[in-house]
Nanobody, 128 residues
Framework: QVQLVESGGGLVQAGGSLRLSCAAS????????MGWFRQGPGKEREFVAV????????YYADSVKGRFTISRDNAENTVYLQMNSLKPEDTAVYYC?????????????????????WGQGTLVTVSS
């Protein structure tokens, strides 16, 4: 069973950058599609980005496309989220999540209900 621990959150001014990390325990990390989700104040949790098992495919929410980059290092059992040009509306608790399932219609799912493993979250606050 993989366990996930996020780090790298903090307070940053609008226009700044942060890099989140999600370290996974266990030896089956490369069997999981990895995703990042976020939950802002008073909002539902929403999809941010996803990366395939090998790292060769990625997909982003429209709200972060061109500003955020998801990547992974399977040798280090870590997935990253590089966040640039941050906006106040990016303020949220960010969660990494793991999905071991495979789907016939797509290589990933955006809904959080398909991700069975979750980290505890890391808070990102963007000041204006």
């Amino acid at each position: 069973q993989v366990q996930l621990v996020e780090s790298g959150g903090g307070l940053v001014q609008a226009g700044g950058s942060l890099r989140l990390s999600c370290a996974a325990s266990g030896r089956t990390f490369n069997r999981y599609t990895m995703g990042w989700f976020r939950q802002g104040p008073g909002k539902e949790r929403e999809f941010v980005a996803v990366i395939s098992r090998s790292g060769d495919r990625t997909y982003y929410a429209d709200s972060v496309k061109g500003r955020f980059t998801i990547s992974r290092d399977n040798a280090e059992n870590t997935v990253y989220l590089q966040m640039n040009s941050l906006k106040p509306e990016d303020t949220a608790v960010y969660y990494c999540a793991a999905d071991r399932s495979q789907y016939s219609s797509s290589w990933f799912q955006k809904s959080d209900r398909y991700f069975e493993l979750w980290g505890q979250g890391t808070l990102v606050t963007v000041s204006s």
